[in-house]
């Protein structure tokens, strides 16, 4: 057995000033019930004599080691990893078979886990998390883990699906929030009481001392990573507040630094829990637009439409709340004695704004530059109709390639105008306005 990592004591010692009022704790859990998962990944068989043998699943995390006579005959045991359905899971599930075999002896489990997995919950506050045949999860602590070949190790006295599951772990009511919003982070914890050491008999809950936040790296955060913050009721554990532009890491990685009792080093120690937010932003679009049509007669069409773009780190950017306004006549053409009318009833004008378009960016600065480009396409915007000297034309249709091609603006949480120059020269008058800003 292995002690904390050293770094996670370093952090304590400059934690003279954390919170010990555990009242604010909130502590929840996770439904037992769940479904049973899918196939996910390669099955593993070996057989298994009565004296005894190894298995180890396809991808490494999980093994078995039966010691001599805990099978009656020899055995066919297979492992096959699944999807894993549970809350508090980490990893994946894994299904042994011959399901519902028991053993004349208990046979040891080995959860291999990740370093990023042991920042997500202490690894001395992991589990074995055991599925039956009703989908109902119960849960075992391990009896000792080591930190230097990252494995965590028990027993198990029969066949079902087992998973490794995080006995405390942290996280937020909403895993995507807009800027300028808040969150309440939880506490979600499966423990009873200490069954040994100086604390016997207290609840794993009430053990729960001194604590400090970091946002990105940043201890309690800042006005770039945005802050997490103990609330001002003891509604949650804490509350993370995003920042007024995108962070520049995002997802925003929040830890939590928590003293608690480990009853496998049977004493006082610190631990880190974290959780993940992604911060998205978005923005009101808009787009103003004054056709001019042939220079000889000087007709003018008014167009307007507005739109609103959320604009996120990894996922495409969503278009939505679109209105296409209809197209005004501003001025009608006229030229000496040649006059020429205007159509816009039932046609769109220059600006056909869709929730499609071919591509988008976000660069690396901060605050970013977004941009995205809409498909050229000509429509038909209008009709005229030419009158010389008192004679009628027929009313004909005017092609033009829809407003807009592309918008480019600073993700800053300010309000921009910019003037774009498309084909003829014409220009057309964007407006960008932070939208959706405050708690959703």
């Given at each position: 057995m292995k002690k904390i990592l050293t770094v996670l004591l370093l952090f304590a010692l400059q934690s003279l000033n954390a919170q010990t009022d555990s009242s604010l704790l909130k502590f929840n859990e996770s439904g037992d019930f769940t479904g049973f998962g899918d196939p996910d990944g390669k099955p593993v068989s070996k057989e298994i004599t009565v004296a005894g043998g190894t298995i180890l699943s396809e991808d490494g995390r999980v093994e078995l080691i039966f010691p001599e006579g805990a099978l009656t005959v020899n055995t066919n045991i297979s492992i096959q990893p699944t999807t894993n359905l549970l809350n508090s899971g980490t990893g994946k599930a894994y299904k042994f078979e011959p399901s519902g075999i028991q053993f004349k002896k208990p046979v040891q489990i080995i959860f291999h886990y990740t370093k990023e997995e042991s920042e997500t919950c202490p690894a001395d506050?992991?589990?074995i998390a055991m599925q039956d045949q009703n989908g109902k999860w119960s849960f075992d602590k391990y009896e000792e883990w080591d930190s230097t070949t990252n494995t965590l190790k028990g027993f198990i006295h029969h066949f079902s699906y087992y998973a490794n599951s995080n006995g405390a772990r942290i996280s937020p009511a909403k895993n995507f929030i807009i800027v300028e919003s808040n969150v309440n982070i939880n506490f979600y914890d499966r423990y009873g009481t200490v069954q040994s050491g100086p604390l016997?008999?207290?609840?794993?809950?009430?053990?729960?001392?001194?604590?400090?936040?970091?946002v990105n790296g940043v201890r309690e955060g800042s006005d770039v990573e945005g802050f997490a913050t103990a609330p001002p009721i003891g509604t949650s554990l804490g509350v993370y507040t995003a920042p007024k532009i995108m962070p520049p890491k995002n997802p925003v990685v929040i830890h939590l630094f928590f003293e608690y009792y480990?009853?496998?080093?049977?004493?006082?120690?610190?631990?880190?829990?974290?959780?993940?937010?992604?911060?998205?932003?978005?923005?009101?679009?808009?787009?103003?637009?004054e056709y001019t049509g042939r220079a000889s007669m000087h007709s003018k069409i008014g167009d307007k439409g507005t739109f609103v773009v959320r604009v996120s780190p990894n996922r495409n950017f969503r278009i939505s709340e679109i209105k296409n306004y209809e197209p005004v006549v501003i001025k009608e053409g006229r030229n000496g004695?040649?006059?020429?009318?205007?159509?816009?009833?039932?046609?769109?004008?220059?600006?056909?704004?869709?929730d499609s378009h071919l591509s988008d960016s976000l660069s690396h600065d901060y605050p970013p530059?977004?941009?995205?480009?809409?498909?050229?396409?000509?429509?038909?915007?209008?009709e005229i109709q030419h009158n010389a000297r008192g004679i009628y034309g027929e009313r004909g249709p005017v092609t033009f390639m829809r407003v807009p091609e592309e918008?480019?603006?600073?993700?800053?949480?300010?309000?921009?105008?910019?003037?774009?120059?498309?084909?003829?020269?014409?220009?057309?008058?964007?407006?960008?306005?932070?939208?959706?800003?405050?708690?959703?």
């Open positions: 506050l992991m589990n016997i008999g207290n609840s794993d809950r009430l053990s729960v001392g001194s604590r400090y936040w970091v480990s009853e496998i080093l049977m004493k006082e120690v610190w631990g880190v829990v974290s959780c993940k937010i992604l911060v998205y932003d978005e923005y009101k679009i808009e787009i103003n637009h004695p040649f006059k020429e009318k205007v159509f816009t009833d039932g046609y769109p004008g220059t600006i056909d704004i869709t530059e977004v941009y995205f480009e809409f498909a050229p396409k000509e429509i038909v915007m209008c918008i480019n603006f600073i993700a800053n949480g300010q309000k921009q105008r910019y003037n774009i120059t498309i084909g003829r020269g014409e220009t057309y008058k964007l407006i960008v306005t932070p939208h959706g800003r405050g708690n959703q």
